[in-house]
């Protein structure tokens, strides 16, 4: 099923938020989904169990290194659009 997911990461006690937030990305865009980035999220298209696995990989690679909250948002309803 496809998906459209809008997620957010805080990182949280850092001077410098790009770092984290550009790891972040760059692990969603290695699996080869579109990756639309704003100013204060990305959105995320494609089937569900790769942005799935890939919403916790990448969380998963960056909270080693740094305090974040990631917030998403998911639906299966919303349409495949340029954001």
Known sequence: MKVQA???LYPLRQNDLT???QQF???LKG???KVTTGP???I???DSRVVFR???RAFEQVAQ???VVLTAKISNACPEVEV
């Open 44 to 46: 995320v298209l494609g």
């Open 31 to 33: 699996d080869g989904l």
């Open 40 to 42: 204060m999220s990305s």
């Open 25 to 27: 990305v760059q692990g």
């Open 54 to 56: 890939s919403l916790q």
């Open 19 to 21: 770092k984290p937030i």
């Open 65 to 67: 290194r740094y305090e």
């Open 6 to 8: 809008e997620v957010s």
